[in-house]
T-cell receptor, first 116, second 114 residues
Framework: EAGVTQSPTHLIKTRGQQATLRCSPI?????VYWYQQALGLGLQFLLW???????NRGNFPPRFSGRQFPNYSSELNVNALELEDSALYLC???????????????FGPGTRLTVT | AQSVTQPDIHITVSEGASLELRCNYS??????LFWYVQSPGQGLQLLLK??????LVQGIKGFEAEFKRSQSSFNLRKPSVHWSDAAEYFC????????????FGKGTRLSVIA
């Protein structure tokens, strides 16, 4: 069974540009989560999508946005990039929003975003 | 809201020695508890999980964790550490509320020396 995949592996952007990160969940999983892992800050919850809807959002500005497609894959967009957006962005998926399985998140390898 | 504390930022152990990584949580009811491991530059891998029942949980790679409600803890243990266990370890807590995402601790970095 294929795991969570993310693309690209690395992304280098200039301050002020926009970045688009992509995630494909495990087959059968409907929930997708996005996390930011900046140096020394641990995992910060960004966004959670399920069945195409945004279910919850972390404490991040509106220039962080995303969407989930009908095939459950997801996109994270970061507009007006700032230097402090440089981080590893992790995507995770889980089987759904009900029951214990909701909490079993399986992570992708991440996208390393560097803003110069 | 729930919270997680991992008191140790960095731990160094000798190969073959035993390991215990600490995790304390704050939540009013019975939480769902997880341990993840992250190798350098990689995503997180689920080591083990606790939902209910037996408080001693076995995971992959020879790890186990024990849920102690009285101490609000979920410490991770391994009897004999291998050099390949060097990584970052994250404890996470979830609730039975359908709209609340997992909350992760800040992680403990494990170094293994010969």
């Amino acid at each position: 069974e294929a795991g969570v995949t993310q693309s690209p592996t690395h992304l280098i952007k200039t301050r002020g540009q926009q970045a688009t990160l992509r995630c494909s969940p495990i087959s059968g999983h409907t929930s997708v989560y996005w996390y930011q892992q900046a140096l020394g800050l641990g995992l910060q919850f960004l966004l959670w999508y399920d069945e195409g809807e945004e279910r919850n959002r972390g404490n991040f500005p509106p220039r962080f946005s995303g969407r989930q497609f009908p095939n459950y894959s997801s996109e994270l967009n970061v507009n007006a990039l700032e230097l402090e957006d440089s981080a590893l962005y992790l995507c995770a998926s889980s089987p759904g929003i009900s029951g214990r399985e909701f909490h079993e998140q399986y992570f992708g390898p991440g996208t390393r975003l560097t803003v110069t | 809201a729930q919270s997680v504390t991992q008191p140790d930022i960095h731990i160094t152990v000798s190969e073959g020695a035993s390991l215990e990584l600490r995790c304390n949580y704050s939540y009013g009811a019975t939480p769902y508890l997880f341990w993840y491991v992250q190798s350098p530059g990689q995503g997180l891998q689920l080591l083990l999980k606790y939902f209910s029942g037996d408080t001693l949980v076995q995971g992959i790679k020879g790890f186990e964790a024990e849920f102690k409600r009285s101490q609000s803890s979920f410490n991770l243990r391994k009897p004999s550490v291998h050099w390949s266990d060097a990584a970052e370890y994250f404890c996470a807590v979830g609730t039975n509320s359908g709209n609340t995402p997992l909350v992760f601790g800040k992680g403990t970095r494990l170094s293994v020396i010969a």
